[in-house]
């Protein structure tokens, strides 16, 4: 990961760059000032780790491009492969390794109406909605394949803010259905958008609404299936060798590899890593974590927990220091923007801070078209 911080600075004889080791330091450091506050504030409906944390980066920003008289507001440099590769996989198996199940799949059809047919209508609606207000607002270069991707990215909701505020004990059916139609609708956003990215919209005809269709179902039904295979064949795994009677450091081990290896597995075969970690750890957590000893459920319970949660501290910390990012808002066009067109792109930006991952490719591809 490239790091950079404050200008340049000394060279060091160590393996580890001088700014490396300072921006790593810095950055966990606020990592742990989020982790408290958080803590201090739990009782608090007003704020929780979420905005305390690009509350944080913000004002880190704002001191880093204060120290570098303007020229530069960054700790580091946050790369794609990071976040598809280290950080989004832990947080989506966690949502389905700690979902309840009970309710989840008495919900399901409810949740399933929501999550799917919502999205799909308002992926209609926004794809309409798109065309028709960027031609009314002069822009002109995009084409259908682009408002198609626009309406797919801008259909996932953030149910973030609304499980704030619900209790999953006291309203445990309202709770259980927001929270499934929050990852399904994320995981059909997404199966969406890679459906879209996949068809050929130069030669449109009257087949070209059932091929999306298509595509959709075949990546949603593949990247499920695969996600319960390779669920029940850890549970099997780890049934038949009994790793426990050796080690418990092997059960927890094995678990969290395939686990890993279910979304990269997706992602290897051009399916939804989303969808397939996802029911990767709902088929985890009902199968393999009861074939494994007692220390071995505790542990995986808190460590996925664990984990999952510093990936969310660290990505939302990241958004508050990137909103101050200088050789963005430099490189970037929005100067010459109307206010309505300012609003649209800072919709899709805001979109990553709620994990809607096609979200830098929409704000690259209207950057790019303009």
């Known amino acids: 990961m490239e790091m950079g911080i404050l200008g340049s600075l000394s060279n060091s004889s160590s393996i580890l760059n001088v700014s490396t080791v300072v921006a790593i330091t810095l950055f966990f450091t606020l990592l742990c000032f989020c982790i408290i506050l958080g803590h201090l504030l739990e009782e608090n409906r007003w704020a929780n780790e979420s905005t305390t944390a ?89 084409n259908l394949e682009d408002y198609l991707a626009v309406g797919a990215i801008l259909s996932a909701t953030d149910s973030v803010c609304t499980l704030q505020v619900l209790n999953q004990d006291e309203t445990p059916f ?16 997404i199966v969406l958008y890679n459906a879209v990215q996949s068809l050929n919209l130069k030669n449109i005809g009257g087949m070209t609404a059932l091929k999306l269709l298509g595509n959709f179902l075949y990546l949603f039904s593949t990247s499920t299936v695969l996600g319960i295979a390779v669920g029940l064949l850890s549970a099997f795994i780890i049934k038949m060798l009994y790793f426990g009677r050796h080690s418990t450091d092997r059960e927890v081990a094995i678990m969290m590899i395939m686990a890993y290896l279910s979304y990269m597995l997706a992602e290897l075969l051009d399916l939804s890593g989303i969808l397939t970690v996802f029911f990767c750890g709902i088929v985890m957590s009902h199968y393999t974590w009861h074939n494994v000893t007692e220390s071995s459920r505790i542990t995986t319970k808190h460590a996925f ?35 309505c067109e300012f609003d649209i792109i800072w919709l899709s930006v805001g979109g990553e801070s709620s994990i809607r991952v096609p979200s830098r490719k929409s704000c690259k591809l209207l950057y790019e078209k303009r």
């Open 54 to 142: 690009i509350i944080l980066g913000l004002l880190a920003g704002v001191i880093v491009l204060l120290v570098s008289k303007g020229e530069n507001s960054r700790i580091l440099v946050f790369s794609e492969e990071l976040f598809f590769i280290y950080l989004l996989p832990p947080i989506i198996f966690n949502a389905g390794f700690q979902v309840k199940k009970k309710q989840f799949f008495k919900n399901f059809s409810i949740i399933l109406l929501f999550g799917i047919l919502g999205t799909i209508i308002s992926f209609c609606l926004i794809t309409l909605g798109a065309f028709l207000l960027f031609k009314k607002l002069g822009v002109s270069s995009l």
């Open 174 to 189: 309202l709770y259980s259905v927001v929270f499934g139609e929050g990852v399904v609708n994320d995981a059909t956003s």
């Open 305 to 339: 927990a664990t984990i999952s949660f510093i990936a969310e501290t660290f990505i939302f910390l990241y958004v508050g220091m990137d909103a101050l990012d200088i050789e963005k808002w430099k490189s970037s066009n929005a100067r010459n923007f109307n206010c």
